[in-house]
């Protein structure tokens, strides 16, 4: 009878003490505590044990800060004052919009990359071009092909891909290859032997190996960015993976650039790379070459990266400041929408205050909760005059956001809970009029594949799916 009284006491004390490292968590989203607090109370062995491999929050952790220190010191070791005054110079911050200047340094207060001039961009809406363009780009490549992606599959687009590396790495350019870990776990390690053994250097995304957060860094924090960088020249960015459902079946927008923000793209490489176990090559002049001569266009991007090892989750910032200050419009695409209170707050207030706030959605994800999640969203956002769209038709995979025709982001994070604060991501902040207007083009030709969702109409949903919805919506914020 003792032995099970101080059983059941040391659970429960268990159970409290979790609660409070729940409460006391400083940087956490009260919505998302919340969540893990029913999960807790609820189903306390399993809530606990969930909350230790996907709840705990890794920024300002000492040993994760290491990790990054060693990648900044390699770097600098390397690295000339050319490379530097690209990547981290703020010369170029005088040449944006003066409003915007305080977000382009908000974006740079995590990682530094700052803004780059003289890039042009060729924004990709068309899966069938990104692989042609790609497969051109790498069949021409001279000296090394880095790539860095979420998925990359095993059907027929992929492995014409893949084949493609195999070839290269044969005929001597250096190919260095990483994959994401937990989301290609179906992938057999022969296809990536394979790889190796025609000379491709494969590495499998990890995070930093310490103590109690081994498991919840191995399965929590993904790396879903989308990267490659050819000859230090040629860049591409965005929301498309490699497979057929990006080359073939989704509509989804990437982007091709050339110019000096590929520097950026292969920094944030380099660091994936090395955080993974790949080895940085001591010599970056074919890493860093010059990219800004004979571009038809002079574009100012700032290409930000963001990760569960940095400090502040400055994707999340940004795009909460890129709502709030929108004078006249913001057109927002995205295929999941569980916005973090920030967010969902100055959503709402820019459509109250009388900004044109739209979001475009597809009309079912791909994952059936997902869909669910999304639409719990709606009630809110219609009710405070935010105008919402559901694509018809192919599955709309882009994340992307044009306001004022002036301020475009590309990239790969969703506006949710895990793309803003768990994974490893990247996106691309465009400071230019005619690369706006493209892109605010395209939102509205989506837009005649769309359905507006009205107010009096989301209203006349059945009971049972307003009960289903509000449950989903408790747990949203853990997808």
Known sequence: MILSALAYTLFFLVVIGTILVILTDEDGDSGKKIAWIIVVALLPVIGILCYIVFGLNPRRNSKYEEHARRFHDAFSEYADSRTYRRLFGEKNREKIREGYRELSVLLSKSNGTTVTENNDIEIITSGKRKFEALAADLENAKDHIHMEYFY??????????????????????????????????????????????????????????????????????????????????????????????????????????????????????????????????????????????????????????????????????????????????IYIQTPYFVPPEPLLYALKASALKGADVRIMMPRKADLIYMSIANKSYYHECLEAGVRIFEKKGSFIHSKTIVSDDYLSVIGSANMDYRSLGLNYEINAYIFNEETAVRNKNIFLADMEECEEITIENWEKRPWYTKLIQAVVKLFAPLL
């Open 152 to 329: 990359f599959r095993k059907d027929s687009g992929s492995k014409k891909i893949k084949e493609i590396l195999m070839r290269k790495a044969r005929e001597g350019v250096k190919v260095r290859f990483i994959h994401e870990n937990i989301a290609n776990i179906d992938i057999s390690p022969r296809y990536y032997n394979e790889m190796k053994k025609a000379g491709v250097e494969v590495v499998k995304f990890t995070t930093a190996r310490f103590n109690l957060l081994t498991l919840s860094a191995k399965l929590n924090y993904r790396d879903h960015r989308k990267i490659v960088v050819i000859d230090g020249k040629i860049g591409y960015t965005g929301g498309m993976n490699i497979g057929d459902d990006y080359f073939i079946r989704w509509r989804d927008t990437h982007m091709r650039i050339t110019g000096n923000a590929v520097y950026a793209l292969q920094y944030c490489f380099l660091y994936s790379f090395c955080s993974s176990g790949g080895r940085i090559p001591p010599s970056f002049d074919p890493l860093f070459p010059d990219t800004d001569r004979g571009l038809k266009r002079n574009e100012l991007v700032q290409i930000v990266p963001d990760q569960p090892v940095d400090r502040w989750p400055v994707i999340h910032m940004g795009t909460v400041w890129a709502v709030q200050h929108a004078r006249d419009y």
